[in-house]
């Protein structure tokens, strides 16, 4: 039987919520005003008493002149599934990064989608399920790394008020006792915060592990889920690099792992629509857990960091066509602009932080000012992967990232770390990376510390102090 197009009032009644929540936004969309994703995104600006921005569906006027009209720190995105790969990933991350002069994201975006505006409306809904009352953080942890010896243990244990279930995720695809495995991991999915999945991936879903047809029978409400598995957040084609060129796949959305997640009753997706990502998504994750930040706010922070590692100068990756040399397709810069967050970007899964964030202090000294930041001790599980850097696989470096805000009318030309405390010790860092950003009328340091990977695991058991002087 053939679906009948819903109306604006249709998808106002389907999106309806008890309270409407007053986080400035702005509602983007490339979708024409009369088509059925152009009526919801419509229906969403209604509902959030928010501005409705239409974008060039071809990318021919500069989307970043729209965006600084709209002048919001958050975005939803509005459009099919058939439309999200990596070019539009890379085109809205360039848009979003040039509102202004300074080389960080300006705009924290989530991405409400289906295979239809039917499935996107009930998504989008489902993304509110996180604004009740604050209830004891539940989460589900799932790896298919084999011989993870804190994996061993599936019960439940407890760190405050944030339950922990941690489990492997590894089986065969011919394994006879496949169904039944994963029946029981299944099972653990309903009624989690946060779940996160890690391995090694594809479109279709994580190796060893779930693959789209087996989400099914799936309840992943009201979960924000973060997967580190490679290809995972992809939906529409896939660009791979194969004998020295770009080769692209279409997707069949039931084969599709990110559509599967989205119809299990998500609130919320972090993954990748490229390679190489898993640093970027778990560190996400830690900030989602420990620190309490906004879906958004945890993913501009990892487009933040990678900016850093490009030496503050926000790259600019080239749209990807079949047949393209694959110079550059598995570097940093796509990376960056390759991890995509589904669902509403304001949205706080967990408001009681399990952890303890960066106390940091700027007082005036001299002609400048010193900053002192301190990072409390942490025994909760993940913590190490806080440390975690690209910069590992180069020269074995650790690291750890802060954003404070900086005195009004200040100006830095220069900042010195003499030395990292490290629990009781005080160690060199091998590099500083850092840069201002102008935001909300503010600015930001951004200060990223390496140092020698293997005071990582110390780094979270006994605490950090950073002294900076600024110039």
Request: overall charge negative; hydrophobic content about 45%.
């Amino acid at each position: 039987m053939k679906r009948r197009p819903l109306s604006c009032a249709a998808l106002l009644a389907l999106l309806w919520l008890p309270s409407a929540v007053a986080t400035p936004l702005v509602v983007l969309t490339p979708e024409p005003a009369d088509s059925a994703f152009g009526r919801l995104a419509a229906a969403i600006a209604a509902e959030r008493h928010a501005p409705l921005v239409r974008l060039d569906p071809d990318g021919k006027v500069d989307w970043a002149r729209d965006l600084r009209r709209a002048a919001a720190p958050y975005a939803i995105m509005v459009l099919p599934a058939e439309r999200v790969d990596q070019n539009l990933l890379h085109r809205l991350l360039r848009a979003a990064v040039a509102v202004d002069d300074d080389p960080f994201l300006d705009l924290r975006v989530g991405l409400v989608t289906g295979r239809d505006a039917e499935r996107a409306a009930t998504f989008w809904k489902r993304t509110q399920a996180l604004r009740g009352p604050e209830l004891p953080t539940r989460l589900t942890y799932l790896a298919t790394a084999p011989g993870n010896r804190s994996l061993e243990s599936v019960e439940p244990f407890a760190v405050g008020r944030t339950t922990f279930r941690l489990g492997t995720l590894r089986i065969a695809a011919d394994d006879p006792k496949r169904e039944s495995f994963l029946a029981d991991r299944r099972a653990g999915l309903a009624g989690n915060r946060l779940i996160l999945l890690t391995g090694h991936g594809a479109p279709e879903g994580i190796t060893y592990g779930f693959q789209a047809l087996d989400l099914r029978d799936a309840d992943l409400s009201p979960a924000v889920v973060v997967n580190c598995a490679c290809l995972t957040g992809s939906l529409a084609r896939v660009f791979w690099a194969r004998d020295g060129h770009v080769r692209v796949t279409e997707l069949r959305p039931e084969e599709t792992f990110a559509l599967a997640v989205l119809e299990s009753g998500a609130s919320g997706y972090f993954a990748g629509v490229g390679s190489w990502h898993g640093i970027l998504a778990i560190q996400a994750f830690c900030d989602l857990l420990y620190d309490g930040a906004t879906c958004g706010d945890a993913a501009k922070a990892q487009v933040d960091r990678m900016t850093l590692e490009w030496d503050g100068g926000m790259p600019e990756p080239a749209d990807l066509h079949e047949g393209d040399t694959d110079e550059g397709l598995e570097d940093l810069r796509q990376m960056q602009a390759g991890v995509a967050f589904y669902g509403d970007p304001t949205l706080q899964p967990v408001r009681e932080a399990a952890g303890s964030p960066w106390r940091v202090l700027v007082k005036a000294q001299g002609k400048g000012w010193r900053l002192t930041a301190v990072r409390p001790p942490s025994e909760l599980p993940f913590a190490e992967y806080r440390s975690q850097s690209y910069y590992e696989a180069r020269d074995g470096s650790a690291e750890v990232s802060l954003v404070a805000m900086l005195p009004t009318g200040s100006t830095v030309k220069s900042v010195a770390v003499p030395q990292i405390g490290i629990g009781a010790e005080s160690i060199p860092p091998t590099r500083i990376l850092w840069g201002l950003e102008q935001d909300s009328g503010h600015e930001f340091l951004h200060l990223t510390v390496l140092f020698p990977e293997a005071r990582a695991g110390t780094a979270q058991t006994a605490g950090v102090e950073i002294v900076a002087d600024l110039r």
